[in-house]
């Protein structure tokens, strides 16, 4: 089951018990000797699991908690994966780079419509609410300036 892929300590204990139903000492003695190997660690899984997401797409604190909630991970465990990700990783990069590929695909948001369907789009990326204001404001500033300089290159 672990070569297949990667299992928190919950997820296997659930599979065992759903495919083979061993005795529950037994079930205790086999997962302490997978930990004890190194097979089974819930916090090595987050961070990797964590590591990977955000190499491959821009997401949030918030839906990699969710993802890994998901996964059957604990709370106090995905707290410090989390935290632990996110020092190597800067948010503020993340939702920029996430911005810019909204912004490449669909463009940049025109009215307010466009703005509240960015602003959704990040939110269901994971990112902070604060975060995610405080880059639109950014977003709106630097339209602004734009519209500005092109309307005195066109005088």
Not at 26 to 50: H, P, T, V, W
Not at 56 to 74: I, N, S, Y
Not at 120 to 127: C, E, H, K, T
């Amino acid at each position: 089951m672990l070569a297949a892929r990667p299992r928190s300590e919950r997820q296997l204990r659930e599979r065992l018990l759903e495919k083979y139903a061993p005795a529950p000492e037994l079930l205790d003695e086999c997962i302490a000797r997978l930990k004890e190997l190194g097979y089974i660690d819930d916090r090595r899984l987050a961070e990797n699991y964590a590591s990977s997401r955000i190499a491959g797409k821009p997401v949030g604190r918030a839906r990699l908690a969710r993802e890994l909630t998901r996964k059957q991970v604990g709370r106090a465990t995905i707290a410090e994966a989390l935290d632990a990700v996110f020092e190597e990783t800067d948010e503020d990069a993340l939702v920029d780079r996430a911005i810019e590929q909204r912004v490449r695909t669909h463009g940049r948001p025109t009215d307010r419509n466009g703005v509240k369907r960015l602003s959704d789009y990040l939110a269901r990326r994971g990112f902070n609410y604060g975060l995610i204001a405080r880059k639109l404001r950014a977003l709106a500033t630097e339209n602004d300036e734009n519209e500005e300089y092109e309307m005195r290159n066109d005088d």
